[in-house]
């Protein structure tokens, strides 16, 4: 199973040196909209993890982590 990482945004955006504004500007959302999925409180559709994704120039996997199973 794979759950989204809104931490995984800001840690592209640092590593890009991007901010929200720039973010928000190359996928046409608002930078209220990025702030609120970095911060978890708002899950992204497919469509907007893929525009973040090339925002961010990275694949939508990025933005996903593996939740391990304990048995």
């Given at each position: ?23 928000a ?22 469509k ?24």
């Open positions: 199973m794979q759950l989204f990482n809104p931490g995984r945004i800001v840690e592209r955006s640092k590593t890009l040196r991007k901010t929200q504004q720039e973010i500007a190359e996928t046409g959302m608002s930078s209220t909209a990025i702030y609120y999925i970095e911060k978890g409180r708002r899950v992204p559709s497919a907007t993890l893929s525009r973040l994704a090339d925002a961010l120039e990275c694949e939508v996997d990025y933005f996903f982590e593996k939740k391990h199973n304990s048995s």
